[in-house]
């Protein structure tokens, strides 16, 4: 089926310093997530994007992150500066108008903060 | 508050038997209900998704129970294979359209034992 993949899958950083996780969605999706799952925890929406924005937001998004599409390239999350909170894996999804609510996920990108 | 509750938090059946996993959620508004599985160290897919306008969905061996009024739901998964084995995330959306957020229950753990 469709796939979403993720890139790292797995992250080690100092805290404070800056992380990138990466995405590269199904093709002629048009909607994108990022889900944060601590481990043993349930997965928790972050934010969705949609022609070049986000239309919603979680109170788990904190100033510190921000995402972006730049031209059709990987939807990346970033975080700066990293703290020791935001370790644990973070979920890249997307979904089409053809897909309805169906949701496509990546592997994860696990992030641990040290 | 948790908008989506699962039980239980494990569940062993034998090969043959029918594995029960519970749902419950919080928001009335809610109108999708997906359940995505997820293998060990690989990506939550979308298993098989229901929508209020019916009480039962079924897929092969898989099935729903929907209960509206009670606001609960259940994933009833009949002559069990020890590859159904898998974590089984129920998920609810408040909107008809892509851009609706998935709120994630915790999570039940099943292993079929041959």
């Known amino acids: 089926g469709p796939k979403v993949l993720q890139i790292p899958s797995h992250q080690i950083i100092d805290m404070g310093q800056m992380v990138t996780l990466n995405c590269d969605p199904v093709s002629n999706h048009l909607y994108f997530y990022w889900y944060k799952q601590i481990l043993g925890q349930q997965m928790e929406f972050l934010v969705n994007?949609?022609?070049?924005?986000?239309?919603?937001k979680s109170k788990l998004f904190k100033d510190q992150f921000s995402v972006e599409r730049p031209d059709g390239s990987y939807f990346t999350l970033k975080i700066q500066p990293t703290a020791l909170e935001d370790s644990a894996v973070y979920f890249c999804?997307?979904?089409?108008?053809?897909?309805?609510?169906?949701?496509?996920f990546g592997e994860g990108s696990r992030l641990i903060v040290v | 508050q948790q908008q989506v509750r699962q039980s239980p938090q494990s569940l062993t059946v034998w090969e043959g038997e029918t594995a029960i996993l519970n749902c419950s959620y919080e928001d009335s508004t809610f109108d999708y209900f997906p359940w995505y599985w997820q293998f060990p160290r690989e990506s939550p897919a979308l298993l098989i998704a229901i929508r209020p306008v019916s009480n039962k969905k079924e897929d092969g061996r898989f099935t729903i129970f929907f209960n509206k009024r009670e606001k609960k739901l259940s994933l009833h998964i009949t002559d069990s294979q020890p590859g159904d084995s898998a974590t089984y995330f129920c998920?609810?959306?408040?909107?008809?359209?892509?851009?609706?957020?998935?709120?994630f229950g915790a999570g039940t753990q099943l292993i079929v034992i041959p």
């Open positions: 999804a997307s979904g089409g108008t053809d897909s309805g609510n169906t949701l496509y």
């Open positions: 994007f949609y022609n070049g924005k986000v239309m919603e």
């Open positions: 998920a609810a959306s408040d909107r008809g359209s892509a851009l609706g957020r998935l709120h």
